[in-house]
């Protein structure tokens, strides 16, 4: 009964760990994104800004002449 008990406990303390484990790492994960996705939104922000810049660069050009 005693090895049936610590083979009960020892399983259960497995499994525990195992979902504490992988809760740890989806964790991870998901602050990654979050991080990635900021990283997204200010390139966006840039891109959009140096596109502004280039139709003003562009606009201030003289007419090509032929």
Do not use: H, Y
């Not at 020892?10 to 998901?30: D, K, P, Q, Y």
């Amino acid at each position: 009964m005693t090895a049936e008990l610590g083979t009960i406990l020892g399983l259960n303390a497995f499994v525990i760990l195992s979902v504490v484990g992988l809760a740890w790492c989806v964790g991870r994960v998901e602050g990654r994104l979050i991080g990635v996705e900021r990283s997204v939104e200010r390139l966006q922000t840039d891109m959009g800004r140096l596109r502004e810049d280039v139709e003003a660069i562009l606009l201030r050009l003289p007419a090509k002449v032929e």
